[in-house]
């Protein structure tokens, strides 16, 4: 075990021995470090919090601390940070706020400098949350999906899996899986290029969310509609999951088609890329 001599360390923390923990590190807690973690100097790390292995914390970073939330009491509450994460200079992770809940990073998220994951936050494996960015609490996101640098995120706003948020953008409502956003809660495409790069999707099955997009957000129908004639010509496993998410429980409602001219320019160069 490599603990810098400078650095504090809970007696009811638990740190693997293969773990390596840099100066003026400060652990704070029953904290739960896994085997093969780096931590870089200057990273704070406090609560009901597990690092799982392999994890890479860069200095400056404040994970599990107490949520930014007026009604928190100061009850035990969790955080979590899957196995293969890595976590960039001063991101925050914040630890659930009501008594026994939690905030989950998935396996092999990337969450880089400035970033902000709010408390109850559910991300799936392979999330990547780019500089600046920030998620109010109770944000749930798939799978694999990409939140660009300087998008606000509101809170309880549901994010599909292998979706692409631009840079910038305000997302405010519900955005279904495999669609890209831009602007102020915007959908402007589906992620073409993300589903061939992954190679898990058939052809058939990116025409599909193609088709999904197209009816969806840019025929003009009322969304109710939309969905009802999307719903009859469903055959795929992406288009199901698709009605899946908009049919689940929302406190947002769904993202809107592209209308507002003064995103135009933007999003076409977005839509093409």
């Known amino acids: 075990m490599a603990i810098h001599q400078t650095a504090i360390i809970d007696k009811q923390a638990e740190i693997a021995e293969t773990a390596e923990i840099g100066a003026h590190v400060a652990i704070e807690g029953p904290v739960k470090i896994g085997e093969h973690v780096k931590i870089y100097p200057n990273v704070f790390i406090s609560g009901w919090t597990e690092v799982c292995e392999r994890c890479v914390i860069h200095p400056g970073a404040v994970i ?6 007026f009604h ?8 979590k940070i899957g196995a293969g994460t890595i976590i960039r200079e001063f991101s925050s992770v914040h630890r659930g706020t009501q008594p026994e809940s939690w905030t989950t990073l998935g396996e092999d998220c990337f969450i880089l400098a400035y970033a902000h994951i709010g408390h109850n936050c559910e991300l799936g494996n392979g999330v990547k949350v780019y500089n600046c960015a920030a998620l109010g609490g109770h944000v749930t996101v798939g799978d694999n999906a990409i939140i660009s640098g300087y998008s606000l995120i509101l809170q309880f706003a549901r994010i599909g899996e292998h979706v692409m948020i631009g840079g910038g953008a305000r997302l405010l409502k519900d955005l279904p899986p495999y669609m890209k ?3 102020e809660s915007t959908c402007v495409g589906y992620n073409a290029i993300g589903l061939r790069r992954s190679e898990k999707f058939t052809l058939e099955e990116i025409a599909e969310t193609k088709e999904a997009y197209r009816v969806l957000f840019r025929s003009g129908l009322p969304l109710t509609k939309a969905v009802d004639q999307f719903r009859g010509q469903v055959k795929t496993r992406t288009g199901r999951r698709v009605l899946e998410f908009i049919d689940g429980d929302s406190k947002l409602g769904i993202v809107g088609g592209r209308r507002a001219a003064q995103y135009v320019t933007d999003i076409d160069a977005f839509e093409n890329e």
């Open 64 to 69: 599990g601390h107490v949520p930014q939330d």
């Open 181 to 183: 956003a831009l602007g």
């Open 72 to 79: 928190y009491g100061g009850e035990r509450s969790y955080c």
